[in-house]
């Protein structure tokens, strides 16, 4: 069974969390400092971390980069509404996805499932031959080749390297710098509008505008999120 680890000193919050964690199956263990965090992730391998940003302790970004040198595990940080500098600093720190409060357990739920299908080897993709169905979206890895229901997507180089690696990373937010290195190969394009041009083209090739987004969601001042419509 996956297992769990909560960072929260808020109790009420922290409660909540545990329930909703034990609730998808995982064995869930809670602490409320980061110092019990490290020495938590330290001793046990976890499969998963909800970090709390405001810890009373340390300084979130500070946690995550020290729990980071002593776990693998995937870090889906939580972090109060409205602060989006916290969130761009702790995915630049390590963290693979956030969420902000309050959310619900519906939400949190669906980026534990993201997280774990995605840190999971055995359902791990990019192998040749590999097929990543969303959906109506269907990216076939070795042929580059995708399709929206019956239509196949007439996509440029660039557009299917960038949707295969958002795609290979569903429900996860993708920072612009991550994209960068990935499909630029580095580490900083000169013109950061290159990427949302990229992204644009290929938003209205999968047939939506970011008014009303079905696959490629845009975190504003973080990154894009390609995950199935709801
Ligand atoms: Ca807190």
Request: with cysteine; glycine share 6%.
């Amino acid at each position: 069974m996956p297992r769990a680890l909560v960072v929260e000193d808020d109790p009420a919050v922290q409660m909540a969390l545990v329930h909703a964690l034990r609730g998808l199956g995982l064995v869930t263990q809670a602490v409320s400092t980061a110092a019990a965090a490290l020495q938590g992730a330290a001793a046990t391998e976890f499969d998963v971390v909800v970090l709390d940003l405001g810890l009373p302790d340390l300084d979130g970004t500070v946690a995550l980069t020290m729990l980071r040198s002593v776990s693998n595990a995937p870090v889906i940080v939580a972090t109060a509404r409205g602060d989006e500098e916290s969130v761009v600093r702790s995915l630049n720190a390590g963290a693979d996805d956030y969420i902000v409060k309050p959310f619900s357990s519906k939400h949190l739920a669906a980026r534990i499932n993201a997280l774990l299908r995605r840190s999971r080897p055995s359902t791990r993709i990019g192998a040749p031959g590999d097929m990543i169905d969303l959906g109506e979206l269907q990216i076939d890895l070795s042929r580059r080749r995708a399709t929206l229901g019956d239509k196949t997507l007439d996509l440029s180089r660039r557009e299917f390297d960038l949707l295969a690696y958002l795609a290979q990373r569903h429900g996860c937010v993708v920072s612009r710098r991550e994209l960068c290195e990935a499909v630029w190969d580095q580490v900083s394009i000169s013109d950061d509008r290159t990427i949302d041009v990229h992204m644009s083209w290929l938003r209205r090739k999968l047939g939506e505008t970011a008014a009303e987004p079905r696959y490629l969601h845009t975190i504003r001042g973080v990154g894009y999120r390609l995950a199935e419509p709801e």
